[in-house]
């Protein structure tokens, strides 16, 4: 949550009545939550996708669901019928048997080893080049970058350049079940590789270029890719970074290599690096066509963010994911043919999947490969604007820095066309949802929570529901979440484990190499047999609201008063001149320290005053029992690639843990961060708990 802290806005949503405009940031925070910031309309079923599917449900005899708890709780007490019906709604080619969950034989659940839909065939990447039968002269592809002009693809230059690529890449010899690995950001590139890649039935996995060498090959020596595409280098923002070096060493360490794909994206006029093929010379003889697959055939991996250790390498399968994202995106988000959908990521971040799925909705894309932060924070707005998009989507962060920052991006920007905004990557704090539907537009707003794991969201909005501030509307449809308490019972309107009791279709069907899936086993299913525990705190209410409060295995709890690190942060950050923190309880042993960690605003400095701000904002809002024994400045918080805290491994360090041990280094995205936590660790009785690096 690195944000910097400014003035909040003060005009209402909607023209309402609200929290007045005086007061601390955190007042205005505790006044903005549970504010109703947009509601449904009245005839939300006719014109939502959502309320079509139900109706179009009801019509066939599948039972009137008429509010969405009626809808969830079908959802996930009869799977088979719900993804049968998402299958049949969509007409998505999956031929075979109508959806048959055969339950897992490990346990009644079904956790893990469900199968769906066995002896289906299908392909992903066609269904998403179908994009629900959009014309080849629409609009498929808007991309923006700091690095080149602006471009646009229409569906049918998208067809035809897959279909080159994939003659490419059948000449080079990928087959079914092959490797092709990609370093290279988020552009048309990328997307037109990916579908040609699973077209033939080979296996995608990505890599963002911001990745140094080592996260690379930690992430690409476990699933030996044949084939590599990798670009030159970039610019983000005014800055030139070139990748040659990192190219060429991540080629000479990947023994499984049978050629490599270069992309000239810094320099256009490059000449091809000897020993590759060039982006524009890809093309063969043959055209094999796409290849229909098992249900359960390998998609795509990603990759856990590594922070411990080597980086978990999730397989996805293309029926689980072509289900899931047709439910997250049509039907929980509303996005359709109609749209131009945004969402600021990059090639390692899992929301770049979610991203390109869109395709297979029918939606455009707008693609951004920058700087968010650039000009003044305006540059993803004026390109929403450019784009027309429809449909936004930005980490949480980034949105809590334009209202802390004070932004008036409607004002500023034409956001007509902007119908819905997503958010994910940390929870959302209420004063920004406010701000959203202020500055922004009064539109329907979905923080999302869910993961790598599953390539999808567990909760989020949905449009027959109204969204209150601070909280997530729902769990979305087929996603069996509940609450375990201690005793690993569920619990309403407290605190507990999310967890998932059911199969979802996304869910992965393995880690790469751990074929007696223990390391599976391990990773989801050990504490609770036969459930999925997924390591998240969440409070889910009587109506079904949602609340993340950070990571269970990074809990605060003293004197048995248990906090998620979310809350404190939407604390703490509220604070004027806090740039970003990170807290840390040091329990192991005798020891009993509560720890937080502050950056400042490059004009600030940590003294007396500003600690007395902050503990009073923690004892008022929290509790007298999380009041820091200690607030440490420090230059930066360390985060991974994918922008997230790292809470455990920065713990582990500071409990004496060595941190080449206790973190990777090549997983986060400011490496030097941890240099400050490191010499906290050994010396962390200072006189001023001030650290310079």
Request: proline letters at 7%; aromatic letters at 8%.
């Amino acid at each position: 949550m690195g944000d910097q802290a400014h003035g909040m806005p003060t005009r209402d949503p909607g023209g309402e009545s609200g929290p007045p405009a005086s007061g601390t940031s955190d007042q205005l925070e505790d006044a903005a939550f549970g504010r109703t910031v947009w509601e449904p309309p009245g005839d939300v079923f006719a014109t939502s996708r959502m309320g079509r599917f139900l109706t179009w449900v009801a019509e066939r005899g599948g039972g009137d669901h008429s509010t969405y708890d009626d809808a969830w709780r079908w959802s996930v007490e009869d799977p088979a019928a719900f993804w049968g019906a998402v299958r049949d709604h969509f007409g998505l080619p999956i031929q075979g048997e109508r959806c048959i969950f055969e339950p897992g034989h490990e346990t009644p659940t079904g956790l893990p080893g469900a199968r769906w839909f066995p002896g289906a065939k299908l392909n992903a990447a066609t269904i998403m080049l179908a994009a629900a039968g959009r014309p080849d002269d629409a609009i498929a592809i808007r991309s923006r970058s700091d690095t080149r002009d602006d471009t646009t693809s229409t569906f049918g230059e998208l067809r035809a350049e897959v279909a080159r690529v994939r003659r490419g890449l059948y000449d080079l010899g990928v087959r079914a079940g092959d490797r092709v690995a990609l370093y290279a950001p988020n552009i048309t590139e990328t997307i037109i590789a990916f579908l040609a890649t699973a077209s033939l039935g080979a296996v995608w996995t990505s890599c963002a270029p911001e990745f140094g060498t080592r996260s690379v090959l930690d992430r690409l020596t476990q699933i030996r890719p044949k084939i590599l595409i990798a670009v030159d280098g970039y610019r983000y923002g005014a800055r030139t970074v070139t990748r040659h070096a990192e190219r060429d060493e991540i080629i000479g360490h990947l023994d499984s290599l049978e050629a490599v794909v270069t992309i000239p994206y810094l320099d256009p006029e490059a000449p091809t690096p000897p020993g590759s093929t060039g982006w524009a010379d890809l093309d063969g003889p043959v055209d094999p066509g796409p290849l229909e697959v098992a249900f359960d055939h390998p998609l795509w991996v990603l990759y856990s963010s590594g922070t411990t250790g080597l980086p978990k390498a999730i397989v996805h399968s293309h029926g689980g994911i072509t289900l899931e994202h047709h439910k997250a995106l049509a039907l929980q988000s509303d996005i359709g043919p109609s749209d131009r959908f945004f969402w600021f990521t990059t090639t390692g971040w899992m929301m770049w999947n979610y991203l390109v799925s869109g395709l297979s909705v029918g939606a455009s894309l707008a693609l951004f490969d920058g700087d968010p932060g650039a000009d003044d924070m305006h540059a993803l707005w004026r390109w929403a604007e450019d784009a027309g998009v429809t449909a936004f989507g930005v980490s949480a962060p980034f949105l809590d820095a334009c209202r802390r920052r004070g932004l008036r991006p409607r004002d500023d920007h034409d956001l007509s066309k902007i119908r819905w905004v997503g958010s994910t990557g940390a929870p959302l704090g209420a004063a920004s949802y406010v701000w959203i539907a202020q500055q922004v537009g009064p539109v329907p707003i979905s923080s999302i929570s869910g993961g790598t794991d599953v390539c999808t969201a567990f909760v989020g909005g949905a449009p027959l529901l109204p969204v209150h501030a601070g909280k997530i509307p729902c769990r979305f449809l087929g996603a069996d979440v509940h609450a375990f308490g201690p005793d690993g019972s569920e619990v309403i309107g407290v605190e507990g484990e999310l967890v998932v009791t059911t199969p979802m279709p996304s869910m992965p069907i393995g880690f790469w190499d751990d074929p007696d899936r223990s390391r599976l086993h391990a990773a989801y299913f050990e504490r609770y047999p036969g459930v999925w525990h997924h390591g998240d705190w969440i409070t889910i209410t009587g109506d079904g609201e949602c609340v993340i409060s950070g990571r269970s295995d990074a809990t605060l709890n003293r004197g048995g008063v248990r906090l998620g690190t979310a809350d404190f942060y939407s604390v703490i950050g509220e604070v004027d001149g806090i740039r970003d923190c990170l807290v840390i309880h040091l329990d192991a042993g005798t020891r009993d320290e509560l720890v937080a960690f502050v950056a400042l605003d490059d004009d600030r400095h940590l003294d007396d005053a500003l600690r007395s701000v902050i503990r009073d904002h923690l004892r008022a809002q929290l509790s007298p029992r999380h009041v820091p024994d200690e607030i440490v400045q420090v230059p930066a918080i360390p985060v991974t690639l994918s922008g997230k805290k790292t809470e455990v491994p920065i713990k582990r360090i500071l409990m004496g843990i060595d941190p080449t041990t206790a973190l990777t280094t090549g997983a986060l995205a400011n490496p030097e961060a941890i240099d400050a936590f490191v010499a906290w660790g050994r010396s962390h009785r200072g006189a001023d708990h001030t650290l310079e690096t």
